[in-house]
């Protein structure tokens, strides 16, 4: 009885010391989507193509806290949308909010602006203690998390937000919306920009003039009217270009309750008793939630109705039915331009028409917020085309913003603020219109192109963007013609050595029209000069004149250019002085010619070999290494197998040449910052080639070689370039190429040239070549040559960076297009052909020539086979040279090739069958021809 007492009480012994069980336990308990924005409670959205925040309260229920770091993993439609990490723990009983910046983009969640207004719905899944690579399809069994859990089922939560939502019994936007606030620079139609252009025109004495009438009317019912009169002031014998009436509007504020999506206006005009349509309605809204009030713009053409000063009455009326749609009708206006204002001046207009609601509302501006920045607040707009500056005696800009009325918005020209406080209640154009009119001068900001403006709203309540006038106006012409020399160019900027060169000048009158030929002269220092004839130069019109300087010079040579417009002096001119201009420049070569135009070397013959034995390359599996995709890399690793690079047991190797070609080098990498192991040895540099475009930002590219005869095997080699440049990188790799050469007796007696060298080669109008100066030559030297007594020729040329449809092989006057092939991996172009009967006894030369192709050229092999040009080896009545196929067995027919085929294989697929038979008798009956 006492060892039973006793063991009982060893086992409540132990039941009180062994730890327990517990452990905490996660969750998440709420998702929450834009926390502080306006309504975020009640309407769930988030903002395609804008910032949002998702935050998710993790709870640890206990009983036991966590100790150490977890993370937190955020989906969207089961695609991650980010990863947060908790630290330091979490108490037990206790919970934390964690939150991400997310945001949605238009090819996730394409939300069209425009209207309706469009939405998606939206699923977002938050999971507790999921490692972000297992996110977001965390297992239940707590597999992918840090913390050991009582419960592993409960970490994950999500949150479904609807497209439509139901809030105090309406239906409302919601899910992932388009922000109408923002500007449309930011949404998801790439095709709209805020304003469109409505109109540029560039006339002599043209000017225009605009008028706003019309007060705000709350509730402007279905079939109810209102007039307004506008007062147009004209010169006498104006003639109008164009009038159109701008009419704004918002939809009625309560709408959403009867149709989610708001209404457009329905208005119609009476204007002068003619009644007509609007030509476009331009509109934007919110496009969510509460007050969803779509606000806008009917544009009514009135060009044929305007003709002179005077009153002019519109009547505009609210279409709608009875029942239908109030609209909230604001002021409109009148806008006509005209020819026929008295400056004398010639005058540029743009004119940019839409609209686009703005309202900067976040954390730090607006009553509200709606995560909207200024700066997404923001509408650039711009005025396409060239301004010359010389002449510009004035500038305005004229913006037109509705319900601006607040202070603190600002006006944007090209970046710059140029006036705050723009489009307050002091620039309302007609008492109760609504309409703002800011007009600036801009003379002083004006650039000659490019020029942008923008509407900005700091959070001062919201307005509508809606046109932008942009008028420059030119000092009247002049008397008498002003030639001058604008501009003189050359062929890519550059006068180049080796060669003739195009040189153009670009002729203005900024003067009265020149009805009158004049000559324009050409005179370079270094004794070149001549002169070209112009007819005619009309008013603020130039013409370009070029002449080809037939002047060969050296790289390095200073040139200065004097062209001289009307220089006989033939014309009469407000100013003679700004007839001539002077250019000078420094002779530069073409590195995208061959090296015969450049000053350079030909690829020249390195060495010969007189042996028995043969020629053998490779490029392994060497590949092309982009220093874009691979910034940093250090090392470039190519391998050779017997198999793809077989040399004879019986040979022995008499020279093993490895060639390692570059593209592209930025920083001084070769050939001092790398190294060469072969077959684990160190080698030593025995060659390095390079060539460039040799002007403005040149870049090499080039050939390294290395001789590793005494360490070649047989067996397999591999090679192994390092890059110690300073953060590796900084030159790309084509590939390369293993040559080896061997003696074996039982080989026939070969001759063997060998040609290295490097040339960049572009021949087009782009690099200002041609194929004929993009031709790289390589002459065949040091070989004893006698045709007669060749049994073959063989010709292997290397083009690095040629495709399979760039580059045109020459070999003594014999062409083949589209010659150089890579095999996609490396991007060394090989061409192995048989030349026996272009051969010459001497003179013979190959040619590298580029047709609108970017290549290079750097190795030529010729091998020459001693014996009989005609021997016929297996007797098939084809000789060598020419047969493909070198063991035709007795009794076969040959084709012109040399390959051989059975009597009566009438379908040469190697077999004799009744398929065969058939083709005879079908033969026979003339039904096909054999």
Not at 252 to 261: A, V
Not at 890 to 907: A, C, F, M
Request: glycine share 10%; with cysteine; aromatic share 8%.
């Amino acid at each position: 009885m006492k060892s039973r007492i006793s063991l009982v009480c060893i086992v409540v012994l132990m039941v009180m010391v062994v730890p327990g069980s517990a452990a905490p336990d996660l969750s998440v308990t709420d998702v929450i989507v834009n926390p502080g924005d306006t309504r975020s409670d009640d309407l769930l959205r988030v903002y395609v193509n804008g910032g949002n925040v998702i935050s998710a309260v993790v709870q640890n229920s206990g009983p036991d806290a966590v100790t150490g770091d977890f993370s937190v993993c955020f989906a969207a439609d089961n695609v991650v949308i980010g990863c947060a990490n908790v630290t330091g723990g979490l108490a037990a009983d206790e919970n934390t909010t964690i939150s991400i910046n997310w945001t949605p983009s238009c090819e996730d969640y394409p939300v069209m602006p425009g209207f309706p207004p469009q939405s998606l719905p939206l699923t977002i899944t938050v999971a507790a203690d999921c490692n972000c690579d297992s996110c977001p399809n965390c297992p239940d069994d707590g597999s992918s998390g840090t913390i050991n859990e009582t419960n592993e089922t409960d970490n994950t939560l999500s949150l479904v937000i609807p497209a439509t939502q139901k809030i105090s019994g309406y239906d409302v936007i919601g899910g992932v919306v388009n922000n109408g606030y923002m500007s449309k620079n930011f949404d998801c139609d790439a095709t709209e920009e805020p304003l469109q252009l409505v109109g540029y025109l560039d006339e002599v004495n043209f000017d225009m003039v605009a008028n706003v009438s019309g007060t705000k009317i709350s509730a402007f019912a279905p079939q109810t009217t209102d007039t307004r009169v506008h007062h147009i002031d004209l010169p006498d014998g104006a003639v109008v270009l164009g009038a159109g009436i701008y009419v704004d509007w918002y939809d009625d504020w309560g709408n959403y309750k009867t149709y989610p999506t708001g209404c457009l206006a329905n208005l119609s005009m009476n204007f002068e008793g003619v009644d007509i349509m609007p030509e476009v309605v331009h509109y934007d809204s919110k496009a969510f939630g509460y007050y969803q009030s779509p606000k806008g713009s009917s544009v009514f053409n009135v060009s044929s109705l305007v003709s002179e000063s005077g009153d002019y009455t519109s009547i505009i009326e609210n279409i709608e039915p009875i029942g239908g749609n109030n609209t909230t009708l604001l002021g409109q206006v009148l806008g006509v331009y005209y020819i026929g204002a008295d400056h004398g001046g010639r005058v540029q207009f743009w004119m940019l028409g839409g609209t686009d609601y703005l309202m900067a509302a976040d954390d730090t501006h607006g009553s509200s917020d709606y995560s909207v920045s200024p700066e997404s607040a923001t509408a650039t707009v711009a005025f396409p085309g060239e301004i010359c500056l010389t002449d510009v005696v004035d500038a305005k800009l004229i913006t037109f913003v509705t319900q601006g009325m607040s202070s603190g918005s600002d006006l944007l020209l090209n970046g710059e603020v140029i006036k705050t406080n723009a489009w307050n209640a002091s620039t309302e154009a007609y008492p109760g219109s609504k309409i703002n009119v800011e007009a600036v001068s801009v003379l002083s900001k004006l650039l000659p192109s490019n020029n942008t403006m923008g509407f900005r709203d700091n959070g001062s309540g919201g307005m509508q963007a809606g046109c932008a006038i942009l008028t420059v106006v030119h000092a009247p012409a002049p008397d008498t013609p002003d030639l001058s020399v604008e501009s003189v160019a050359l062929n890519c900027d550059q006068l180049f050595g080796n060669r003739s060169n195009e040189i153009s000048a670009t002729i203005v009158n900024n003067g009265a029209d020149c009805d009158e030929s004049f000559n324009v002269s050409f005179v370079l220092s270094d004794g070149f000069s001549t002169v070209e004839s112009v007819d005619a130069l009309a008013f603020r019109d130039n013409t370009t004149v070029s002449i080809i300087d037939p002047t060969i010079r050296n790289a390095g040579a200073e040139v200065t250019i004097t062209v001289t417009a009307d220089c006989c002096g033939g014309i009469t001119e407000g100013n003679e002085s700004n007839n001539e201009t002077t250019l000078d420049t420094t002779v530069v070569n073409n590195g995208y010619n061959g090296k015969t135009y450049t000053g350079g070397e030909n690829i020249t013959t390195w060495k010969t070999f007189d042996l028995n034995g043969d020629l053998v390359y490779s490029a392994g599996d060497s590949y092309y290494l982009s220093s874009y995709s691979n910034k940093h890399w250090t090392e470039y690793i190519s391998n050779w197998t017997a198999s793809n690079l077989s040399v004879p047991a019986a040979a022995t190797v008499v020279e093993a040449r490895l060639y390692v070609s570059y593209t592209y080098e930025k920083a001084d990498v070769m050939p001092d910052n790398v190294s060469m192991d072969f077959n684990g040895i160190t080698q030593t540099l025995d060659a390095h080639y390079c060539d460039a475009k040799l002007y403005a930002a040149s870049k090499p590219y080039g050939m390294i070689t290395y001789n590793v005869t005494n360490d070649f095997s047989a067996d397999g080699n591999i090679a192994k370039l390092t890059n110690a440049h300073t953060g590796g990188g900084n030159v790309s790799m084509r590939g390369m190429m293993l040559v080896v050469t061997y003696e074996d007796a039982s080989e026939p007696r070969r001759q063997i040239a060998v040609n290295e060298g490097f040339d960049l080669l572009y021949g087009g109008s782009k690099q200002c070549t041609t194929p004929d100066e993009a031709t790289a030559w390589a002459p065949i030297t040091g070989l004893t040559i006698d045709p007669s007594a060749t049994a073959g020729a063989r010709l292997i040329t290397c083009a690095p960076g040629a495709d399979p449809t760039e580059g045109e092989l020459i070999f003594n006057g014999q062409i083949w297009a589209d010659e150089w092939n890579d095999n996609g991996a490396h991007q060394i172009g090989i061409s192995d052909r048989d030349v026996t009967q272009y051969l010459q006894q001497t003179g013979n030369v190959v040619g590298f020539r580029s047709s609108e192709d970017y290549m290079e050229a750097s190795n030529v092999i010729l091998i020459i086979e001693e014996g009989d040009t005609l021997a016929d080896s297996d007797s098939d009545g084809v000789p060598d040279c020419w047969d493909t196929e070198d063991n035709t067995p007795p009794g076969y027919l040959t084709d012109s090739e040399g390959r051989g085929y059975r009597i009566g294989d009438v379908n040469r697929d190697g077999e004799l069958t009744s398929v065969d038979a058939l083709m005879i008798l079908q033969a026979i009956a003339e039904y096909i021809e054999l």
